[in-house]
């Protein structure tokens, strides 16, 4: 048998489907070539979502938002937890009840929910008041100049409002 009458390989089988298994080809980007291996394109395209504005921001809000957690969850243990316990005689957060063996402690409890308003309410008028107000601002702002154009009824075309002739067809127009 000659290697005229074998049969033709399967599409599926050799080593130019394998070869086009491992480069696929990628949308034409300034940044990618097309023969470079996927595996590097995603590690390239990764590096660019990390490096975005947005994304930086965002880690840098969680961080901050997290060191300003324990600022005020701080802040409720240690000041409004024994300015409470003041007129409990004893203190506050250790405040718990047993049932059955399993202790429910009620007063660490009001220390997190305390916490949670804390950290609500400086949000709401320290983030969310002053970015609304800027919103609403930038919104006034945005608002159209007054028109310094009309259209003349002849021809459609755009004359200024003190015109009292098209410039265009030469049609007589009242001043608005």
Known sequence: MDSHSAPAPSPCHGRRHHEKMRYRSAPEEETMHVNEPWLVKKINEFKKFLLRGNVVDLAVAVVIGAAFGAVIKATVEDLFTPLIGIFFHKDFSEFAFTVRGSTFKYGAWINEVITFILI???????????????????????????????????????????AKRCAFCASEVKAA
């Open 120 to 162: 609500a309410v400086v949000i709401c008028f320290l983030v969310i008041t002053p970015i609304n107000t800027l919103v609403s601002r930038g919104r006034q702002a945005a608002k159209p100049a007054d028109p310094t154009t009309r259209k003349c009824p002849e021809c459609l075309s755009e004359i200024p409002l003190a």
